[in-house]
């Protein structure tokens, strides 16, 4: 079965915030198999715009990603992100 991976680049606007946010997602994520490939460090634009910050999460499936992302576990980190940046995520299949 592909693995499932939730990609997104963001800019916080709060960091204080989006602090609180970290502190409180990486259990959520665990809690549904995943775990960080990329987490914010070192980045070069090599085309498109540019966001700041990276984050790469992998999963067993597509479906456990999904599941994840819209999980209650994940509600009210997930507005707290929202809350404190802003950018792009996506959810691909992958191997």
């Known amino acids: 079965m592909p693995a499932g991976y939730i990609i997104a ?5 709060d960091r204080e915030a989006f602090e609180e946010y970290r502190k409180l997602v990486p259990a959520t994520i665990a809690k549904f198999g995943g775990e960080y490939l990329v987490r914010g460090g070192k980045q070069e ?5 540019n966001n ?18 819209y999980s209650a576990d994940y509600e009210k980190p997930k507005a707290m992100r929202q809350a ?11 191997v």
């Open 45 to 49: 634009q090599l085309e498109g715009s």
């Open 9 to 13: 680049q963001i800019d916080v606007s």
């Open 52 to 69: 700041p910050r990276t984050v790469v999460l992998h999963f067993e499936s597509f479906d456990k990603a999904r599941e994840w992302y």
């Open 84 to 94: 404190a940046s802003s950018g792009n995520a996506i959810l691909v299949e992958g």
